[in-house]
């Protein structure tokens, strides 16, 4: 592997050979991290990268875009498909991570000012939510939800706060949320109020995709009004990495039958898939990166596939099982477990840190993010709590009878000072289940 890099930059290919062996010697914990297939890699590491092609397919603003135009146009069908959409719905596939795209959306519906609801940092949210050190935060004026005390959405709660605020948008979505979210209420909510509905489903599009939680495109079988389903979202936004196992990329699907006033035209309409088109390009990029186009293709047609439908289910029977052997190790859990990939841990019975944890979990060769829990009285840098999750230990194979095993090796790092004896345990659980 790496012949070319090893001739031409040795140094590169050898942190390249570092990053691959620490990446095979330890438990990935992390819930927005996963392992791409060898296809994966292929295609971002492809000829496609050398192609420039700004615009969209049949529009392009350069000549010799007639591949660039049929990777993104699958890759566009692939999304749809994957997530049983119709014409209704368009996809763009450009925007080059789960930030800018969002930052599309806002600068598509918004104006600078206008009054968005979005989950709170400290409580599970994005950044991209309304942070005060974002774009969005920044430009706009957030009114944010919070979780209860015991770590759970208020939609009764969050309704009060869109009537009495009127925001313009409200987005649904988290970064450390352990729960379902019902994307039914929130929809509701919304049109109660005239919002615009956003999902930011960046974390969960893989469970999504597998039927392992509900989506945010419809309410199929429930709600249905004059015989027909439930549309939910207006725009939904996901990264591909994380649950979804492909490439850093973004999608953005956006209603092509929903129409707001143009920015560019006074008095003209255009649908809400057209504003978004016209933000991503020219608004806050040029060219694509035709290259993850392509790796972003590949892992929706390998999303498509029964084995990940099965993939899906078991990130979420780890989960499940992971939370249940962590409470009875007395650990105690936001929420109190677990109902999709990641869960958080509360730290603050055990004397310990967020980021002490996570440093003398790494120690050990157990890879965790620190992070706040609801309400919590610590810095975002070193706060009370880790959040952890299954997707990329699910992928090396790994199941419920392996998760008391990992359960028991966290435990242990945490509680004990000699870390030689859970080290070699670690080892010998990443050799049984390497990375393919």
């Known amino acids: ?60 603003y350069y000549a010799g875009n007639g591949v660039a135009d049929d990777v993104e146009m699958l890759c566009q069908e692939r999304a749809k498909k994957l997530f049983e959409l119709g014409d209704e719905w368009s996809v763009n596939v450009q ?14 519906l918004l104006k600078p000012g206008d009054t968005v609801m979005g989950m709170a940092l400290s409580s599970g949210g ?7 050190v974002n774009f969005s935060g920044k430009l706009f004026r957030i009114v944010s939800y919070d979780v209860t005390a015991k770590g759970f959405l208020d939609y009764d709660q969050i309704r009060k706060i869109a009537r009495k605020e009127k925001p313009k948008m409200i987005i649904a979505g988290a970064t450390a949320y352990p729960r379902i979210i019902d994307f039914e209420k929130f929809a ?18 893989g469970l999504v995709a597998s039927g392992s ?37 973004a999608l953005i699907f956006s209603r092509n039958d929903r129409m707001i006033m143009s920015k560019n035209k006074a008095g003209a309409k255009v649908s809400i898939s057209r504003a978004i088109d016209s933000a991503v390009f020219p608004g806050l990029q040029g060219g694509p990166h035709d290259n993850q186009t392509a790796a972003i293709a590949v892992c929706l047609s390998e999303a498509m596939k029964p084995t990940f ?4 289910k078991q990130i979420v029977k780890n989960a499940k099982a992971l939370a249940q052997h962590l409470r009875k190790l007395r650990f105690k859990l936001v929420s109190g477990g677990t109902d999709n990939h990641l869960m958080l841990i509360d730290l603050t019975n055990m004397g ?35 959040r952890i999750g299954t997707p990329s230990l699910t992928t090396r194979g790994m199941k419920e009878k392996e998760m008391k095993i990992v359960a028991q090796l966290i435990y242990e790092t945490l509680a004990k000072s000699n ?16 990375i393919v």
Do not use: W
């Not at 994005?126 to 005060?132: A, I, N, R």
């Not at 419809?218 to 591909?240: H, I, P, W």
């Open 352 to 386: 310990l840190t967020g980021k002490q944890a996570q440093d003398k979990l790494e120690q050990a060769g157990i890879i965790v993010n620190r992070n706040t829990i609801p309400h919590d009285t610590r810095s975002p840098f070193d706060p009370s709590g880790i």
């Open 213 to 249: 939680h509900p989506s945010p495109f419809s309410a199929k079988g429930a709600r249905l009004r004059n015989g027909q389903e439930q549309v939910l979202a207006d725009v939904v936004t996901t990264t591909t990495h994380k649950t979804l196992r492909g490439p850093r990329g």
């Open 1 to 60: 592997m790496n012949i070319y890099l090893k001739k031409s930059d040795p140094h590169i290919a050898k942190l390249v050979a570092a990053e691959t062996k620490r990446q095979s010697e330890t438990l990935d914990l992390i819930p927005s991290e996963n392992i791409v297939s060898d296809a994966v890699l292929e295609a971002v590491g492809s000829v496609l990268i050398n192609k420039y092609s700004e615009g969209y397919p049949r529009k392009r």
């Open 309 to 312: 439908k099965t993939y899906g």
């Open 188 to 205: 509701d909510i919304a049109r109660e109020v005239g919002a615009f509905l956003i999902v930011d489903m960046a974390h969960i599009a």
């Open 126 to 132: 994005h950044l991209t939510h309304g942070s005060p």
């Open 95 to 108: 925007a080059l991570s789960g930030s800018p795209a969002n930052m599309a959306v806002y600068f598509a």
């Open 419 to 434: 870390l030689s004896g859970t080290r070699k345990s670690i080892g010998a659980l990443c050799r049984k289940f390497p």
